[in-house]
């Protein structure tokens, strides 16, 4: 269990309806969240991009939950299960190579079904610029 992961509860919320709709600290806590997601993502995913079948699925979902115009629950739910793919805390430990990402894998490609109509083209335009560029950080 993760007790810092947030998944608010209005698929619908624009983001100014944010606080109203879940308070501040929520809203704080979401923040935290996403920093440490943009923080660790790329190393993360430099680490486990050969490991992954859907690498430009899990950079899309990314750019989404880091894009203001998404929804604030998509968001949520992205961020969590981001926020467990780049925790050092796991079920399976990810140094077990191939076996260790699988449990990141299920939540990701869990998170992924249960949002994708909000992953839009251009957060798949931003990956392919990401995935093209191989960044280090973005």
């Not at 899990?58 to 949520?76: N, S």
């Not at 981001?82 to 490609?109: E, H, M």
Request: net charge negative; aromatic share 8%.
């Amino acid at each position: 269990d993760h007790p810092d992961l947030l998944v608010p509860q209005d698929p619908q919320a624009r983001p100014d309806q944010m606080e109203t709709m879940v308070g501040q600290d929520q809203a704080e806590q979401q923040e935290r969240q996403e920093a440490k997601v943009r923080s660790r993502f790329w190393p993360t995913f430099k680490k486990a991009a050969r490991q992954i079948p859907f690498s430009r699925d899990l950079v899309a979902a990314y750019y989404c939950a880091t894009d203001r115009e998404t929804p604030f629950r998509v968001r949520g739910i992205l961020l969590a299960a981001l926020g467990y793919f780049v925790l050092p805390i796991d079920v399976v430990p990810d140094i077990l190579a191939v076996v260790g990402f699988t449990d990141d894998i299920a939540v990701l490609t869990t998170a992924i079904a249960m949002i994708n109509r909000h992953i839009k083209d251009r957060h798949y335009e931003e990956a392919d610029r990401a995935l093209a560029d191989s960044p280090d950080q973005t």
